[in-house]
């Protein structure tokens, strides 16, 4: 529940908490955990429901269990970076994966997280934690490297001035240290994130830019850490975020390609 606690929740915030129940490890709840989880009276719980399966927020199956309705995807695929976005960078990260045959995934920054939009992952890939619409903390992925090194200042600082949590002895956890990455970062155009978030895999990510040339989104290969040059992978990754850049006219990728602008 993200509602102040100085004042009453509205109808708003119960409804957002009623969304907000529902979870990746649980998309199908009963109304008593939806009431448990939310934080909401039972009866409260029920008419709130009610009211969302109507709308198609919610879908209510047989047995009287409760998981999100399409109704809600597609309102989402509205966000600024849902569709359009994806829809221009498809086609990358499909050449990606074609020469990678690994997890190849484009991301956006929320906050101290990143939020990713698309993914694709073959039958033998390297095992990761990550799954279109879910989040990882910036600071220990290569896309959240990306994007934290050509945010602005302010939402440097939210993550800088916070604890850092650490997923394996690699993860960066300090904030002199993340601020030296961030450098790195943005003087090389890459990021190389190895064994931050499992051991077992390092990623290679790079920045995609919009029609202003702001920093928008962040693609990446997640590949084994063993036995891998990651500096052999920057080329191709590098050469993917310009493609999706392009197609999101971005002045700089232009002036690469040649094209007129």
Excluded: C
Aim: glycine residues 8%; aromatic residues 4%; proline residues 7%.
């Amino acid at each position: 529940m993200r509602h102040s606690a100085r004042r009453p929740p509205s109808v708003v915030d119960r409804v957002l908490d009623l969304l907000g129940a529902f979870t990746a490890e649980r998309p199908r709840l009963t109304l008593s955990e939806l009431s448990r989880r939310a934080g909401l009276p039972l009866s409260t719980t029920h008419r709130l429901a009610g009211e969302l399966t109507r709308r198609g927020a919610l879908v209510r199956d047989e047995a009287g269990v409760y998981r999100v309705g399409l109704w809600l995807w597609e309102v989402a695929s509205l966000a600024p970076h849902g569709a359009e976005l994806r829809e221009s960078a498809m086609p990358f990260l499909e050449d990606l994966y074609e020469a990678t045959h690994q997890n190849v995934q484009l991301a956006v920054l929320d906050g101290p997280e990143v939020v990713y939009v698309e993914r694709i992952s073959g039958r033998g890939a390297v095992n990761v934690l990550t799954r279109v619409g879910g989040r990882l903390p910036a600071h220990a992925t290569g896309v959240g490297q990306v994007l934290l090194a050509h945010a602005p200042a302010e939402a440097q600082e939210e993550v800088l001035s916070a604890p850092l949590k650490a997923f394996t002895p690699k993860t960066i956890s300090s904030a002199s240290q993340l601020r030296r990455v961030l450098a790195d970062v943005r003087r090389d155009g890459y990021a190389i994130s190895d064994g931050q978030i499992e051991l077992i895999s390092l990623s290679v990510a790079a920045p995609v830019h919009d029609s202003t040339d702001e920093v928008v989104a962040a693609i990446s290969v997640v590949v084994p850490a063993e036995g891998t040059d990651p500096r052999t992978l920057v080329p191709a990754v590098r050469a993917a975020a310009r493609g999706i850049s392009r197609v999101l006219r971005a002045p700089r990728a232009l002036r690469t390609s040649g094209e007129p602008h």
